[in-house]
């Protein structure tokens, strides 16, 4: 289990992330931005259309035969010269990972962007026993630097203005004066960052895929952090949900033909690094040991579970671009590490049914995240089954369920539902303002709150029909 | 920690409850890798042209700067230019072996430094040192394995003396490649992933492999894109009409 990152309630933090103009401007400039690139990249890929197809295809295959792919790949890193490490829980992640660095004598671990450390909040965990981590990507950076999380999957920082990055640089690395200039501030990432690297011992990274067949782990950057991380530290650590795992080689160039076309509308990304096990015999440089840890974390669960699909998921943000919610609120409002239609369900897996009470319905099921993903993922289905689930299990209130109990009563009788547009008619009255039902009384208001209701008609369909 | 057993029987238990309610569909892998990328690589030599006009534009297209010679006798000379235009006055470079060609002598008469990545295990006071040499560097000058026209990608495999970071530590990198390194699509470095990795043993690959497409960026900064961020500002790549000489 995964700990939620803030605790107030969702409609608060979408109420305030609706009212930051800035963020407002930022993520409409970057999601339309990342829209039109991905757009374009597949405009020109004729053959993009049938490798998402294949790209399917091999997730769910990998899937049916996880239990080989993982021994494979097991055996595989091992006969390299690497470890490998079961993590059932976050919890475990993280102790396995502390274990190293204790046993390493580590004092600070570069890391390289990945969701899968945020997920097990890795972090706090190398701090509690003085190992100093540090985020090399530069958004992830700069997100440490001002202690926040990441609002979106990709582009971590989208929420700050470069004033704000220079103010935030001039303060916590005391270099006074810093001007608002991304790239005077990129060169100052990199000479402060340049030093750490040099220094750490520990790398710490997620991985993209996981090639079974070669006992490969594939690591995607555009900065080339991820290089660095796994050239120059003496122990390398790479921690990976068990879904990222895929059969072979030839899997791998149809993923990598795709992955960076959805995320950033490259046809690859700048680095793509093919990690096989520690430093070999002769090599100048490499780690010394290095380490795979496999996180399950609520995902082997799903195998059998509702949100088995998701597990297809590349964590490329195409689907955050395009979702209206996203576009309206951020990364922040959804309250936990993975945001956007994919991240409720992530959120899901990782924290069960309970976590998303509220989440499941910030989408307004519009398809667009499907139509995005570069897998297929079908979100808005999943999306249907969680509302359904949290009905199921009685974790939405009990006003809630009695109120859509009746309501399908009603629906499901000719006469009832007759009888109660009229009565609805009436008692509409005192609340319709400017053809809208804005704010209804006693609990209905909670539903009210954040969606306004169309009145029922003067005359109902029916009445007219009979008319005619 | 969970043991592998119990991750393992978690996963049967659960896949066993799915039995039947998904269509398999299982990727498949090419038969013969080797084989068959030697007969692409027979194919290709026939329209290598086209596709060497390929990989340079789409190399011009991630801000690579692309360049041609025609003997690998002319390297040592379009490299010095390079460094002349950046000021640049020390160089780390793979060893002649692994890169085809000798450049150290060349360029040592015009002044340039070339410190060479030794082929053998060195000592641990000598490989700090190395990283310094290496962290220091204006340009780094590698060989490239494969060279993938569709992206302008630069493949690179790491061994003794091709240490990884001679393409990523100095601001500047520049690749040397010839004919042999060329394929067209991602698919066929898929193929040569195959290949590679067929019946060698593991000792034997490289322990990292990198694809390169262009030099470091990001947009991280209200999506402003700047180069070098961690890696090169700058990538370079020489084509060498007339072939590198292999050892291998």
Redesign the interface.
């Known amino acids: 289990m995964t700990e939620p990152i803030v605790s107030t309630p969702l409609r608060e933090r979408a109420t305030k992330a609706l009212g930051d103009r800035f963020l407002h401007e930022?993520l409409d400039?970057?999601t339309t931005?990342f829209i039109a690139l991905r757009r374009e990249a597949f405009g020109n890929f004729p053959e993009g259309e049938h490798l998402r197809d294949?790209a399917r295809?091999?997730k769910?295959?990998?899937?049916?035969?996880?239990?080989t792919h993982?021994?494979t790949l097991?055996a595989?890193v091992e006969?390299?010269g690497g470890h490998?490490?079961?993590?059932?829980t976050a919890e475990?992640a993280r102790?396995?990972i502390v274990d190293i660095a204790r046993r390493t004598g580590a004092r600070m671990a570069v890391k390289s962007k990945s969701m899968a450390t945020e997920e097990i909040h890795l972090n706090e965990a190398l701090q509690a026993i003085g190992v100093t981590p540090v985020e090399?990507?530069?958004?992830e950076y700069?997100i440490q630097l001002a202690h926040e999380r990441p609002s979106h999957i990709i582009?971590?920082?989208?929420h700050?203005?470069?004033g704000q990055?220079a103010e935030l640089f001039s303060r916590e690395l005391k270099r006074p004066g810093l001007p608002a200039d991304?790239?005077v501030?990129?060169?100052i990432?990199?000479e402060e960052?340049?030093e750490k690297?040099?220094q750490a011992d520990l790398g710490i990274t997620g991985a993209n895929f996981a090639v079974a067949?070669?006992?490969t782990v594939v690591l995607v950057t555009?900065?080339?952090?991820g290089?660095?991380a796994?050239?120059?530290p003496r122990v390398h650590v790479a921690v990976m949900g068990?879904e990222k795992i895929i059969?072979?080689?030839?899997?791998?160039?149809?993923f990598?033909?795709i992955l960076a076309k959805s995320a950033?509308g490259?046809?690859?990304?700048?680095?793509?690094?093919?990690?096989?096990?520690?430093?070999?015999?002769?090599?100048?440089?490499?780690p010394d040991e290095f380490h795979l840890v496999?996180l399950?974390n609520g995902r082997?669960?799903q195998?059998?579970g509702t949100l088995?699909e998701s597990l297809y998921c590349l964590r490329c943000g195409a689907c955050l671009n395009v979702c209206p919610v996203y576009r309206q609120i951020g990364g922040h409002a959804y309250g936990y590490t993975y945001p956007g239609p994919i991240g409720i369900l992530l959120t899901a897996m990782l924290n069960g049914p309970r976590s998303v009470k509220d989440l499941s319905h910030a989408s307004s099921l519009c398809g667009a995240c499907a139509d995005a993903c570069p897998v297929r993922i079908d979100i808005p289905r999943m999306l249907v089954e969680l509302r359904r689930e949290v009905d199921d299990k009685g974790i939405a209130p009990w006003t809630e369920r009695v109120v859509f109990k009746t309501f399908a009563r009603v629906l499901r009788s000719p006469r009832l539902y007759r009888w109660g547009a009229r009565i609805g008619r009436t008692a509409q009255r005192p609340f319709v303002r400017g053809g809208r039902i804005r704010a209804l009384p006693f609990f209905f208001g909670a539903w009210t709150r954040t969606r306004d209701l169309p009145p029922v008609a003067a005359r109902t369909f029916q009445e007219r029909w009979r008319e005619l | 920690m969970s043991s592998k057993t119990d991750f393992l029987t978690r996963i049967r238990t659960e896949m066993a409850k799915t039995r039947g309610l998904f269509a398999a569909s299982s990727a498949e892998r090419p038969a013969q890798p080797a084989q068959r990328l030697d007969l692409l690589r027979r194919e290709l030599s026939e329209r290598w042209p086209q596709t060497l006009e390929r990989f340079r534009a789409e190399f011009e297209l991630v801000a690579g700067v692309f360049h041609r010679v025609a003997t690998a006798a002319e390297v040592p000379a379009a490299l010095e230019r390079i460094c002349r235009e950046r000021h640049a006055r020390k160089l780390v470079a793979w060893p002649a072996e692994d890169l085809g060609v000798a450049i150290a002598p060349a360029l040592a008469g015009a002044g340039i430094a070339v410190e060479s990545m030794p082929r053998a295990a060195v000592a641990d006071t000598e490989r700090r040192r190395l990283r310094g040499v290496i962290a220091d560097a204006d340009l780094g000058v590698t060989g490239a394995d494969l060279a993938v026209a569709e992206t302008g990608t630069l493949v690179l495999v790491s061994a003794a003396g091709r240490p990884r970071s001679t393409s990523l530590l100095p601001p500047c990198h520049v690749a040397v490649f010839d004919r042999e390194a060329l394929v067209e699509s991602l698919e066929h470095l898929g193929l040569a992933l195959e290949a590679w990795h067929e019946g060698v043993p593991p000792a034997e690959r490289g322990a990292v492999i990198n694809f390169i497409t262009g030099p470091s960026r990001t947009a991280d900064i209200e999506l402003t894109l700047t180069r070098g961020v961690h890696g090169p500002k700058e990538i370079h790549a020489i084509f060498v009409d007339g072939g590198l000489s292999r050892h291998g």
Do not use: W
Request: charged share 25%; aromatic share 2%.
């Open positions: 930022a400039i970057a931005k294949r295809a091999i769910e295959a990998t899937l049916q035969r996880l239990d993982l021994e097991v595989n006969r390299l490998v490490h079961f993590a059932t475990e102790d396995v090399t990507d530069l958004g700069i582009a971590p920082a989208i700050k203005t470069k990055v991304p790239e501030l990129t060169k990432a990199r960052l340049r690297f040099l067949d070669t006992g555009n900065e080339g952090n290089r660095m796994t050239s120059l068990v059969p072979s080689m030839t899997d791998l160039a149809v990598l033909a950033t490259q046809k690859l990304s700048v680095y793509t690094t093919l990690v096989q096990g520690p430093r070999r015999p002769g090599e100048l440089e490499g496999l399950d082997i669960a195998l059998a088995r």
